[in-house]
């Protein structure tokens, strides 16, 4: 539950900065946060399945890395001011 919060909080907290990243960009690191998101939310039930929830940790693992390789250097890049 705690898990789903946490991706309830992070599509709030990032509603407003898709728009500030370039179109060639925002729009795809978009689409593969928000198909993530609900790719767990759609298998978070299904975890009593070994195969199932060996394969929702690795999509787990795939998404942070994502996050910190891709999407947050982008947002620092395009949506924080520059550091002084």
Do not use: N, T
């Not at 370039?22 to 939310?41: I, M, Q, V």
């Not at 940790?57 to 996050?67: K, M, N, P």
Request: proline share 7%; aromatic share 10%.
């Amino acid at each position: 539950d705690s898990l789903l919060s946490h991706f309830d909080l992070e599509e709030e907290m990032l509603a407003d900065l898709w728009a500030k990243l370039p179109p060639e960009l925002g729009p795809a690191l978009k689409r593969r946060f928000l198909d993530d998101h609900a790719y767990f939310r759609g298998h978070f039930d299904k975890l009593g399945d070994r195969a199932e929830a060996e394969a929702f940790a690795q999509r787990l693992i795939d998404h942070v890395r994502f996050e910190e390789r891709e999407l947050f250097e982008a947002l620092q890049e395009h949506c924080l001011p520059p550091a002084p």
